[in-house]
């Protein structure tokens, strides 16, 4: 390259702040600096008197770069972002009025909780997720052998689920979930994915998670390859058919998967039909449950409950909405609502295939969680482990919930770098 457009290149770059905004003007500019050197050259213009005009075709290196610098700083969505810290601090909610009947602090905990969850966020949104994008398939052999790991060495067991256990983080197969995201992001974000290598890993990872056994990972799982799969560039006509002869193989693995149930755990998940002829055993926590939703009136119920069990994980929704009443539990529905939406809104401004398909695994993973949640709590589901995002207490929940909004954020803030669908 000639010392005039390297003294033209490099006076748009001091008014560019952004790094990756920097290798993105630059190569954007030598590409139209050559393609009007090499139409002025056909023209017979002589090599020097053909860039010199390039460069002076191009304008005032300052008003250049200022307006690249414009359109490329890096965004933040302040939108989402506001919405994420609603949401993750109604958190504290359902341990207000559970705080006295323990001696352990519960509500500074999820405190040092959500800052940590907050800096999570961030921390993420800085990396660039384009770099992750060849790390995929580590991601997903990292995932499985945290399954793996789950499946045959739990140092942990808590009704017949196994667990890892550290320092005050309780790994279970959900926290699997961004890893499996980045892979499957990456797997469908190729212009021809090999769906026999897909079907392998997908259903090498439901045996894991049956291993566990989590049948409720499964079924987040599954939605979540499902969704991707969908929305990804693969032919409408084999995505049906795809789906209709997987659809079939999953539900003899289901069955399967039923009929190894011992009877308390098949009770479990069909007693939600009716609750009531079984209230005295199986039944118990449904028929409470909808006595705690229809005490908590307009403005809550000051009484503390005589069920207390799983009132800050599981059931925060119904914690919420007894002491808090239904104004405020409808509030917090119309919040997660909002924070879907938002991401569905975010995902169709991005260009970047990968950086989409992160976006919508993020929306299914929550979406998900949140309608199965809030279902189960009004009777609608079985009861199953399945926790209300960033609503229900713990650090690691906490953590991989702000993680996936940090993948969000990371998206969003690069999106204008991605200037055609790659």
């Excluded at 992750?132 to 991601?139: N, P, R, V």
């Excluded at 908590?296 to 000051?302: L, V």
């Excluded at 009004?378 to 995002?389: D, K, N």
Aim: charged share 15%; hydrophobic share 50%; glycine share 6%.
């Amino acid at each position: 390259m000639s010392q005039l457009k390297e003294k033209f290149l490099a006076e748009v770059m001091q008014f560019i702040k952004s790094k990756e905004a920097k290798q993105v003007v630059y190569k954007e500019l030598n590409y139209h600096l050559k393609q009007s050197e090499q139409e002025l050259l056909s023209k017979g213009t002589d090599q020097s008197q053909a860039e010199k005009m390039a460069v002076q075709k191009m304008g005032s290196p300052s008003e250049l770069g200022t307006r690249f610098n414009k359109l490329y700083r890096p965004l933040f969505d302040w939108k989402l972002f506001g919405l994420f810290l609603i949401v993750i601090t109604m958190s504290l909610l359902p341990l207000i009025n559970i705080q006295d009947n323990y001696a352990e602090n519960f509500l500074l905990k999820q405190s040092c909780y959500i800052l940590l969850g907050i800096i999570t966020t961030i921390g993420v949104m800085l990396i660039d997720y384009r770099k992750i994008k060849s790390w995929s398939w580590l991601f997903l052999i990292v995932a499985l052998v945290l399954l793996i790991a789950l499946s045959f060495f739990p140092n942990v067991v808590i009704n017949g689920k196994g667990y890892l256990h550290f320092a005050s983080f309780t790994i279970a197969g959900e926290a699997t979930f961004p890893l499996h995201l980045v892979f499957w992001a990456y797997f469908f974000s190729k212009e021809k994915p090999n769906l026999l290598i897909g079907f392998a890993v997908y259903f090498f990872s439901v045996l894991l998670f049956m291993k566990i056994p989590s049948i409720s990972d499964v079924f987040i799982y599954t939605v979540l390859v499902l969704t991707l799969f969908v929305t990804s560039s693969i032919r409408k006509k084999t995505v049906y058919t795809t789906i209709g002869i997987a659809a079939g193989v999953l539900l003899t693995c289901v069955i399967l998967f039923f009929t190894t149930l011992k009877e308390e755990q098949k009770m479990r998940l069909l007693v939600y039909l009716n609750p009531e002829k079984y209230a005295d055993s199986e039944g118990y926590q449904y028929v409470v449950l909808k006595n705690l939703l229809h005490s908590g009136g307009w403005f809550g119920n000051e009484e503390t409950p005589k069920f207390m069990v799983n009132m800050w994980t599981d059931f925060a929704f119904a914690n919420i909405t007894y002491f808090f009443g239904w104004i405020l539990a409808g509030a917090l529905i119309v919040q997660l609502t909002m924070l879907v939406i938002r991401l569905i809104m975010v995902s169709g401004k991005v260009k970047d295939i990968f950086g989409k398909q992160l976006i919508i695994g993020v929306c299914a993973l929550l979406s998900i969680q949140m309608i199965y949640n809030v279902g189960m709590i009004f009777g609608f589901l079985p009861l199953v482990s399945i926790s209300l995002p960033f609503i229900s207490y713990g650090v690691t929940a906490t953590v991989l919930n702000s993680l996936l909004i940090g993948i969000v954020l990371s998206v969003y803030r690069r999106k204008n770098l991605i200037t055609e669908p790659s």
